[in-house]
């Protein structure tokens, strides 16, 4: 289980610097299959590491509309390449990407 997280949370980290949260619907998908798999799969071991599996997919969901705002904070690396759309997002939501009485500070 520890590690179906583990190696989810870089591949949304991923999603999210070349692709954007827009990247949503491959989380989604991979679960969606996962589901489907796991309600189909008699042995319970299988079926159980494919119902941890599907979780952490849309688990993924949640963290990759996150890890954009974690971006946007400047908490992780924004892509090179898609720098316009991080400082219209950051125009359009202004203070709104901090948390209540977590905005830094001008020095």
């Not at 870089?10 to 998908?29: A, D, H, M, Q, R």
């Not at 299959?33 to 119902?51: D, K, P, Q, R, W």
């Not at 690396?77 to 991080?86: F, S, V």
């Amino acid at each position: 289980m520890f590690l179906i997280i583990g190696i989810g949370h870089p591949i949304v980290i991923k999603l999210e610097y070349y692709y954007g949260k827009n990247s949503w619907w491959v989380l989604f998908l991979a679960g969606a299959i996962a589901v489907v798999l796991s309600l189909i799969i008699e042995n319970n071991l299988i079926s159980s590491i494919c119902g941890a599996f599907a979780f952490s997919k849309f688990w993924g969901i949640h963290e990759l509309i996150a890890q954009e705002k974690r971006v946007l904070r400047g908490w992780f690396p924004e892509n090179p390449a898609r720098h316009e759309y991080y400082e219209k997002r950051r125009r359009e939501l202004g203070d709104a990407i901090y948390p209540k009485g977590r905005k830094p500070q001008a020095k």
